[in-house]
Nanobody
């Protein structure tokens, strides 16, 4: 059974930083494309950043230059370093994994709350 467990969320003032972690188990992590999504109240879920099994990254425009996604295949963990946080970054952040060769195989974490105060 695949499990994704997020950690690192919390309350931070605008301009501050947080680092989210997502630890995976029960899967061949190196074969998974990994991503971070977020869902804010009243808004649709959006992809924040993703990183392929080969290490290529992609970011939504609103976080470019502020957020960095990375992965450690040995630790089966993906990270999201968030700097210069803004109140509009407030959301529940979810870790997502998709098998590189079979996108029908995908998994979600339980989510971690990030709150940025003005």
């Amino acid at each position: 059974q695949v499990q994704l467990v997020e950690s690192g969320g919390g309350l931070v003032q605008a301009g501050g930083s947080l680092r989210l972690s997502c630890a995976a188990s029960g899967t061949i992590f190196s074969l998974n494309d990994m991503g971070w999504y977020r869902k804010a109240p009243g808004k649709q879920r959006e992809l924040v950043a993703d990183i392929t099994s080969g290490g290529s990254t992609n970011y939504v425009d609103s976080v470019k230059g502020r957020f960095t996604i990375s992965r450690d295949n040995a630790k089966k963990t993906v990270y999201l370093q968030m700097n210069s946080l803004k109140p509009e970054d407030t959301a529940v952040y979810y870790c997502h994994a998709a098998h590189r060769y079979n996108s029908a195989l995908e998994w979600w974490g339980q989510g971690t709350q990030v709150t940025v105060s003005a």
